[in-house]
């Protein structure tokens, strides 16, 4: 039963001609699912509109050729062809009564236009800046002004004509035409488009407008706007034009979808931003605008959501990666089990795969972006072929943790054994590492998810060898041991140990995981992971005053961040601290009181005091428990045995916990 304080979470809300039937919205966010996976996006959008969201909406789809990202597909309606295919879209979220908006969009400038070898489009000439593409926009005119409208409004006529509620005008995340309009850094123009602020606006009230009398009889018309930008300096900011946007439209719309600029401070990571931390952009607009407002913070707590609502903030709790996360979020809180909400770790792996074009995916929940590939429910499971059937799981962390969970809620028996004194495996120690509490939130659901269950047996501080899992006699071991840091500094440079790495002074992550931090003295962490790990180490060793210079042969500090849209925000936090950064350079050996390095391009060599070194380079799997029961397996002393996770291949937690949701879902399945 719902607990009464969240009653006000389940009220309808008027947006224009339509209504939701609670204040859950699930914000325009990227998939990576254009128009040729069109039954992965529906797959994916049915699940959030059945797990009870009240609107469901599609990200950036583009109004025109001379707008699209690619090689990042998204959506498309600049074509009668692509009516129907997304009116399929609209019938899948329609069928659980939720709301379907879509975001229409023209990316501008950001949008480099080569699948159609267009030139994109500016209001003055500028280079994009995604991509790195030497394409230089053009400065449109007025007859493109013209033919701008006119886009917009045919799309949304076609939006309309595929049955959404909801229409967006899109003016965000620098990624918008008409937000490169509001943008004197940008908009250099002398013409009634330029200049004061008055002409700046011109184009998006125009938009609006247009939209507005096209489809505003049956759909509402949002738009989606950053009230400032947090990336660099400029006048959009929420003291200046930010707040004076919203002033001088604020009845246009019929919904204000507001947050801030660009995507690495919007969606920003747990690393570096807390739950809620755009409320002291945003939370101006209800007091400006008398039309509802829908606005993000990474919101899983269900009394977080009720006093942004109380509070005058929102009317509407926006999200994107709690959604991602828990689809079955709005239904959970609705039936009193806000304790089985999978909670958003804020990791950003799911912007990390949009990013490199793949299909998305998330830390928390496996079956994001696997609803019809893999054929994976959020939340159902098919039922055990064999009730009686047992299965041992070996390995506490998050590939084990999952996969006995899946297994447990088909209905087998499950047995789960760790040889620590704590569950996590990878995450007992890494949660405690500067700015990753919050992933300990993978450990904490599944493991307070699996102490629930009466078929499943639990086992801490139980270090298991061949003869003892021999000995279980269980129908199906799954071997999840993960893996430790190699040591040597065997890396992506490095194919033989570096001279001098077997020094006292030469250390690993398991040592700085192990407490074993040096007091003070110059530090040099060495990175060819190139995630998190290296800067992590970094930040720690800094707060313990040592004086820290982070190495790496990348050309960027920890550059798969880039994709997690953290990187920015990585290096702004080792200046802070302190820290050194030096790019492109190898350590070519390891001496008492420094290492030597050469720099990538031109073999430059040169010399860094160190008292300590650092190499954070790769990871071994610990596969040789697995190894010793495959030998009893094919001599007939064990039924069955796999390995999942880091034990099968080290990677990220996001692959672990996919790796144990497959092995939980394809056990038994050619008996079924």
């Excluded at 952009?281 to 006093?307: E, L, Q, Y």
């Excluded at 958003?344 to 995916?361: F, P």
């Amino acid at each position: 039963m719902r607990d009464s304080r969240y009653d006000i979470l389940f009220e309808p809300v008027q947006i224009g001609p339509v209504r939701t039937k609670n204040r859950f919205y699930v914000v325009p966010h990227a998939t990576a699912m254009g128009m040729t996976a069109l039954e992965e996006m529906i797959a994916f959008r049915k699940a959030r509109a059945e797990g009870g969201w009240g609107v469901v909406c599609l990200e950036e789809t583009m109004i025109h050729e001379t707008s699209d990202h690619a090689p990042l597909p998204d959506p498309r309606m600049y074509s009668d062809k692509y009516i129907e295919p997304l009116s399929r879209v609209v019938g899948a979220i329609k069928e659980h009564g939720a709301l379907a908006g879509v975001e229409l969009a023209h990316a501008g400038a950001s949008g480099p236009a080569i699948y159609h070898r267009e030139h994109p489009l500016s209001p003055t000439t500028k280079y994009p800046h995604y991509f790195n593409n030497p394409i230089a926009a053009r400065t449109i005119d007025r007859q493109d002004i013209a033919d701008f409208r006119r886009w917009y409004r045919d799309a949304a006529l076609r939006a309309k004509k595929a049955g959404f509620d909801i229409v967006y005008v899109y003016c965000a995340h620098n990624l918008s035409m008409l937000q490169d309009f509001l943008d004197t850094r940008v908009n250099k123009r002398t013409d009634e488009y330029g200049g004061v602020f008055e002409n700046r606006v011109r184009l998006l009230r125009e938009t609006l407008s247009d939209v507005k009398d096209a489809v505003g009889d049956t759909c509402a018309v949002a738009v989606r706007f950053a009230v400032e930008d947090r990336r660099r300096q400029t006048n959009l900011t929420a003291l200046e034009d930010g707040r004076r946007v919203v002033e001088a439209l604020a009845d246009v719309p019929d919904l204000w979808d507001v947050n801030v600029s660009d995507w690495a401070w919007d969606s920003g990571s747990s690393r570096f931003f807390e739950e809620g931390q755009q409320e002291p952009f945003i939370d101006f607009v209800k007091k400006v605008t008398d039309k509802p407002v829908v606005g993000v913070g990474r919101f899983t707590s269900p009394d977080a959501m009720v006093s942004q609502i109380k509070r005058g903030v929102l009317d509407l709790i926006g999200a994107a990666r709690p959604s991602i996360a828990d689809p079955f979020l709005p239904n959970k809180i609705d039936a009193g089990r806000q304790d089985d909400i999978r909670e958003c770790i804020g990791c950003n792996a799911c912007t990390a795969e949009v990013m490199t074009s793949s299909r998305i995916r998330c830390t928390q929940n496996p079956s994001a972006g696997e609803e019809h590939v893999s054929g994976w429910h959020p939340e159902d499971v098919p039922a055990a072929h064999d009730q009686e059937a047992s299965i041992l799981v070996v390995g506490g962390g998050p590939a084990g943790l999952e996969a006995a969970h899946t297994l447990a809620k088909r209905g087998y028996q499950v047995s789960i054994a760790d040889a620590g004194t704590e569950w996590g495996g990878r995450l007992v120690r890494e949660r405690r590492l500067p700015r990753l509490s919050a992933w300990g939130r993978v450990v904490d659901y599944r493991v307070g998810q699996l102490q629930t269950m009466p078929n499943v047996n639990m086992y801490l501080d139980s270090r298991l060898g061949a003869e003892d899992v021999a000995g279980f006699e269980a129908d199906h071991v799954i071997i999840a041991t993960g893996a430790s840091w190699r040591g040597g500094g065997l890396g992506r440079n490095h194919d033989e140990p570096i001279p001098g790495h077997d020094q006292p002074h030469v250390l690993t992550p398991e040592d700085i995981l192990g407490d074993r931090v040096p007091e003070g003295g110059n530090v040099v962490v060495y990175d060819e992971d190139y995630y998190y790990m290296a800067a992590v180490i970094a930040d720690r060793l800094a707060q313990a005053g040592c004086k820290v210079t982070y190495v790496t042969t990348a050309s960027d500090p920890s550059p798969w961040t880039h994709n997690t849209l953290e990187m920015v925000h990585v290096v702004n936090s080792m200046n802070e601290a302190g820290i050194e950064i030096v790019v492109g350079t190898a350590i070519s050996s390891i001496e008492k009181s420094s290492v030597k390095v050469s720099r990538q391009l031109d073999g430059r060599q040169g010399e860094i005091v160190a008292d300590t070194v650092v190499l954070v380079t790769g990871q071994l799997s610990q596969d040789e428990l697995y190894h010793q029961l495959v030998a009893k397996r094919d001599a007939g002393l064990l039924r069955s045995v796999e390995r999942i996770g880091d034990c099968l291949g080290a990677g990220q937690i996001a692959q672990a916990t996919y790796d144990g949701r497959k092995a939980g879902m394809r056990y038994g399945a050619t008996a079924e």
